[in-house]
């Protein structure tokens, strides 16, 4: 699985969107890029994934740049519920999948 | 919609006992993964199974077994239980069918608890 790098941590305010983004420059051509989060001691929800083109589910909108070696999670309207750990995964085919550090997203009234 | 079942959601053992923790995939799913979360931890990728074979290995002590049965229900047997094994035990399945893979669902978790 190729590696992703994301911040350790991000504040948005409620109600405003929120911008999480991870590079991801070693994909390869047949791995997809997947979001999770993770509310305090929860399993891993799935958000949204996607291979190059953008996506958008009731949930967020995923940007991937056009080298496909880094890509936006975009939150539309954060709310309280939404603040949590965000994971992005670079992944394909049934190997295992790496969770890195995560993006810990803090939503601020 | 069916989701990941893991069982049992709670387990509290002492040290040197044994443990097993179940998971039942989404239907029709061939593989399931386990990870492990200590606290404040990222999840890790212990082992996998696709098609009730062993697909991947990551860190997984040599104490802890699991495999996967023609249901594909898969169980996670940890030996000689140890201070350090206390954390949440994740499963995700996913189906690979036909080449590709459409992404992991992941089970509610296991809170493991030795003391």
């Keep these: 699985d190729a590696k992703t790098t994301q911040p350790p941590s991000m504040d948005c305010a409620e109600g405003r969107a929120a911008n999480l983004p991870c590079n991801h420059s070693t994909i390869s051509g047949n ?21 190059k083109n953008n996506e958008t ?25 939404d603040t949590a750990v965000y994971y992005c995964i670079a992944a394909g085919g049934y190997q295992k999948v790496t969770f890195g550090t995560g993006t810990k997203l803090q939503v601020i009234p | 919609a069916a989701g990941v ?12 006992e044994t443990a097993t923790l179940k998971c039942y995939p989404i239907p029709r799913h061939d593989t399931v993964y386990w990870y492990q ?16 074979m062993q697909s991947d290995k990551g860190s997984i002590p040599d104490r802890f077994s699991a495999q996967q049965f023609s249901d594909y229900h898969s169980e996670l047997n940890m030996s000689s239980l140890e201070l350090g094994d206390s954390a949440l035990y994740f499963c995700a399945s996913s189906l690979i069918g036909g080449g590709l893979w459409y992404g992991y669902t992941f089970g509610s978790g296991t809170r493991l608890t030795v003391v």
């Design chain 1, 57 to 81: 589910n009731e949930m967020a909108s995923l940007i991937i740049t056009e080298d496909r070696k880094s890509s936006t999670l975009i939150l539309p309207h954060a709310t309280l519920r």
């Design chain 2, 5 to 16: 079942i893991q069982s049992p959601r709670h387990l509290i053992k002492e040290k040197r």
């Design chain 1, 31 to 51: 791995e997809y890029v997947y979001w999770y989060r993770q509310i305090h001691s929860q399993g891993p929800q799935y958000i949204i994934h996607g291979l």
């Design chain 2, 37 to 52: 979360q200590g606290p404040g931890q990222d999840p890790q990728f212990l082992i996998s199974f696709y098609e009730k």
